[in-house]
């Protein structure tokens, strides 16, 4: 029993390590081996010889299956050049279990020491990050250790013989369970290099332990097409296509299992060597055979998996890519990019309410009222989005900026909800009853939402650039806002003691929308601050400057009674 959890805890430890390394390696050098990917595509070979590359820094084949699928899924490169990158990440993945096959005990206890000293005293910068990939390779080694040290008592226990020879029995049972191995331990690399451990250790056979890397392999390509179910059709054909290859290539190897290990043996291999190099020889086969026809798979794919016709839909997220959650500089990049959308369709929202003011049009009001879901749907996204990006991995500035993201984002979602009740009420006081402002009470609305319109471009130049000229251009128009808004109520109730009729019968709606527009402004303009207060020529209270100054609100306003 003893051995047995010594076993289980070394596998969990050899996960743990491809883990911290795929992390690590995202996290420092993300955006460039983003780069390496997409600017490797112009041919077939120079797109697999990135593949190859690639997966051998990060450790993970599926890591960089959800990298091209989230290219193919923006467009940025088709769906045969991610296929042959993604045969070159399994060529990858099988060199690397080449290298940690070699006796390496030396490197992990060095690798463990330095990791540990740099991770520990700096662990959001990238110094502290290169320390987690050494701290993830030293227990990667160790792992591999363990699991020899472990699997020696196994071999002398009847029940652990019991249990793979009825294994052993059944090749189809064999596929199934490497296949398994490779989807619970999110790693075909972890699984080839457990087996070809017991098979070293003479826990199961070499004719079995074939079978259980065939599996793996077949597991590590259905383990993509689980995790991308929920992504759009163009990003899912590059798992489902690299799943047909390896498909493929069971169905063609299968028959032959028997022969290939019987071979093996012949010309006296050790059962580990057979493992790793049959993993090798799989997957260059598979990469000579299909590099040629991963067109034709594409088109396969493309039949499967059509184009989603809703894709372009406002409502639904285009640039929050999941595979960037590692890189958090790329992963806040993707959430920016997203939320100056979230600004646009409430400028949409805002530029369409001053046609519904001026022309009483209904059908445009429910149109504009609709929008405002999209804007709650996209603000969801982008705030669960964020969520997910590691915050230990995150510098100060780094962690400012997933903080202004989340305030814009709030901020805009309240936008719209301000909108969408703004034409609520036009709907029911105003369109309904056909009753229109005063030509003067409809001039200052429309100066006012000029100046709105003006401080949403402004400020979604700040929020993109964080330009110190512009965002204190923002805080004097919101001071000049408050102070029309304040001089055009007055003006309205001048009207009002005028017996203006139009005046009269909307006065409430006029008030209440110009109230609304200084806290739509409000929202707008707050963009500013955190630029401001990075510089240091943010005031600590507006109280203090403003507490010997008479108050600018009309006596009106003053005496109003508490409601």
């Known amino acids: 029993m003893q051995a047995l959890l010594a076993l289980l805890s070394a596998i969990a430890l050899l996960v743990w390590g491809t883990h911290m390394v795929r992390t690590g390696f995202l996290r420092v050098y993300g955006a460039n081996l983003r780069r390496i990917l997409r600017m490797s595509t112009g041919s077939r070979l120079t797109a697999m010889a990135a593949g190859i590359g690639v997966t051998g820094l990060i450790q993970s084949s599926s890591a960089t299956a959800l990298l091209t699928s989230s290219f193919v899924g923006q467009g940025l490169i088709n769906t045969p050049a991610a296929l042959a990158v993604m045969l070159g990440a399994d060529v990858g993945t099988a060199l690397m279990v080449q290298v940690f096959a070699l006796n390496l005990s030396w490197l992990s206890p060095l690798f463990l020491m330095v990791g540990v000293i740099l991770h520990l005293g700096r662990k959001a910068t990238k110094i502290g990050q290169i320390g987690r990939i050494l701290i993830g390779l030293g227990l990667m080694i160790l792992a591999l250790q363990m699991i020899g040290a472990a699997t020696k008592p196994l071999t002398h226990a009847q029940g652990v013989q019991v249990l793979f020879s009825s294994v052993s029995g059944d090749v189809f049972l064999d596929v199934l369970l490497g296949a398994l191995l490779a989807i619970v331990s999110y790693s075909s690399l972890a699984v080839v290099l457990l087996v070809a451990g017991l098979a070293a250790s003479n826990v199961i056979p070499g004719s079995v332990a074939i079978a259980v890397v065939l599996g793996a392999n077949l597991g590590s390509g259905l383990l993509v097409v689980f995790t991308t179910l929920r992504a759009n059709a163009e990003a899912r054909r590059v798992p489902l296509g690299n799943l047909i290859v390896k498909l493929a290539g069971c169905v063609l190897v299968l028959p032959f299992l028997g022969m290939i290990g019987g071979w093996f043996a012949g010309i006296g291999l050790e059962p580990e060597r057979q493992v790793i190099y049959f993993h090798l020889g799989f997957n260059l086969a598979l990469a000579i055979v299909f590099l040629g026809a991963v067109g034709v798979v594409a088109r396969l794919t493309e039949r499967i998996l059509p184009s989603d016709e809703a894709k372009d839909s406002p409502g639904k997220p285009k640039y929050l890519d999941a595979t960037a959650l590692h890189t958090p500089a790329l992963a806040m990049g993707c959430a920016a990019r997203e939320a100056l959308r979230l600004g646009d369709i409430v400028q949409v929202m805002l530029n369409g309410m001053l046609t519904v003011l001026r022309n009483n049009d209904l059908k445009l009001s429910e149109e504009l009222r609709k929008m405002d879901d999209m804007v709650d749907d996209l603000y969801t996204a982008i705030k669960l989005y964020l969520t997910q990006i590691s915050r230990e991995a995150l510098d100060e500035r780094e962690g400012k900026r997933w903080a202004d993201i989340i305030q814009f984002t709030i901020n805009m979602e309240h ?22 402002f005063s030509d003067a009470g409809m001039a200052e609305i429309e100066d006012l939402h000029s100046r709105l319109v003006a401080h949403l471009q402004l400020g979604l130049s700040v929020f993109l650039n964080g330009d110190l000229k512009c965002a204190q251009q923002l805080i004097a128009g919101k001071d000049q806002f408050r102070s029309l808004e304040l001089r055009y109520a007055d003006n309205h109730l001048a009207r009002l003691s005028d017996n203006t009729p139009q005046s009269i019968e909307t006065s409430s709606l006029h008030l209440d929308l110009i109230s609304d ?6 929202l707008f303009c707050s963009i500013a601050y955190p630029i401001l207060d990075e510089a240091g020529v943010l005031a600590p209270s507006r109280l203090r400057e403003r507490a010997c100054r008479p108050s600018r609100r009309p006596a009106w306003w003053r005496q109003a009674p508490l409601k």
């Open 415 to 436: 936008a719209g909800d301000i909108i969408e009740r703004i034409l609520i009420d036009l709907a029911d006081k105003k369109i309904l009853h056909d009753l229109h």
């Open 517 to 522: 527009m200084k806290r739509i402004n409000s």
